[in-house]
């Protein structure tokens, strides 16, 4: 269904480089309105910032406070879309919020999540706010016992990695080419280019991308998109000193957020968000049924961001975060599993790092006088990737002709179940494969949906699903990920696909690495 083409050249309407959630967004987008588009990505899909995120769908209750109401009102309408068209990796979830007198006054909280409330139409799947007596509410067993009062409101989570990959399938499902491993080295200016039908002397690019193995492909392409996230800078710099496109005028701040994971801290399916005194927030939030996952941070970042990783400072103020909440005191040795991810934020001048906008930004340059088209991305966010996409090809639509808008109602690979409900499904699916064990069964839906389905194929018990790696891991679901998304290593599989990396041992990884490599 998505295998990479091996041609050594392509001539299509659309280039996108960057597989991010930006990038495959916007591939699905354009090829969903009948463009002839190319994604190219260096690496794996989401491998960057897009798998570094706090997996959450949510409105950004903390950016109320910074007056950005556009942000936050698109951004909770983004939830209701994204609870309905991704419902097997999207999920409700209910937040826990304690009120700490010597910050924010707790009728600021209560103003705030009204807003949060009211500022779009919200799912009756998720419940409004409501005040909470800690101290006789389970939401409070874990905490201090002086922390008197909270709220508790509503967001989601979201495999980050996941809504990344079912946008590039859907990409590829509506006749888009993606190509991972595929690096772009050179750009320049072109002219008559593009596919069959277009104008001729059409100004575009010819792109030369390289895999690491060292071929090459050249694609022939009218209009560029550059989603590269913290690199834009860099593939913009190689515009400018190949193609002679001026030179980089757009400000950008990059800025790492790191989170880790420590033995679960409590029970239940909430999370919390606790206010520091520095006025940001931290989230702990049950992850993979075994743990919490704690972040974020933020700080200021000069250097490949492929290299970004936790500071010991960052650990310290997470750690510090977490201890001025909960009774059970957490410290660097109980941290499980860390990441780190830079994000990409357009420099509107402020100061601060927690008042710069999280809003996304777009530099379109050419179009006149014999220069191609150039669309550059700056900043966005998890949540409002659909929107940030739509909204790319409203600003296309010049040289693409206008197209009507359809991502808002059509579902991503995988959550065409009735009524958007994985449980119902989930009953559906043990019913008709019953020897298929609960926890199995489970983890498909919530992370294939529908797919589970031609995953497991004709299979009429577990002995047919092949070789079992451990830790939950069968050749069935290895075989479909590598036909399928573009998984081409243990790392791939482990860490973004299925998030079994941190119940995987050693013997997992590299059987996985050996099934791979004799493909």
Known sequence: MTSEQPASHHDVDLLVVGGGINGAGIARDAAGRGLKVLLCERGDLAQATSSASSKLVHGGLRYLEHGEFRL??????????????????VHP????????????????????LFLYDHLARRSPRLPGARRLALRSDPAGVPLRADLATGFAYSDCSVDDARLVVLNAMDACERGATVLT???CVGLRRLEGCGPPGAEPGTPGWRARLRTLEGREVTVNARILVNATGPWVHALQSLIASQAGMGPVTNKLRLVKGSHFTVPRLYEGEHAYILQNDDRRIVFVIPYQDRYSLIGTTEVAFDGDPSQARISPEETDYLCRAVNRYFKQQISARDIAWSYSGVRPLYDDAQGDLSTVTRDYVFDVRGGRGGEPVLLSVFGGKITTYRQLAQHAMQKLAPYTGRREDWTASAPLPGANMPGADPA???????????????????????TYGTLTELLLGAAQGMADLGEDFGAGLLEAE?????????????????????RLGLVAGEQTLERLDQWLAAR
């Open 72 to 89: 936050v009102r698109e951004a909770l309408a983004e939830r209701e879309v994204l609870l309905n068209n991704a419902a097997h990796i």
């Open 181 to 183: 491993r595929h690096e």
């Open 424 to 446: 119902a499904y989930l009953a559906a699916l043990q019913d008709r494969y019953r020897w298929l064990p609960p926890a199995l069964a489970h983890r498909y839906v919530h």
């Open 93 to 112: 979830m209910r937040f826990v919020l304690p009120h700490d007198r010597h910050l924010r006054p707790a009728w600021m909280l209560r103003l705030g």
């Open 478 to 498: 290895v075989r479909w990920l590598a036909e399928n998304e573009w998984a081409r290593s243990a790392e791939d599989i482990l860490w973004r696909r299925t």
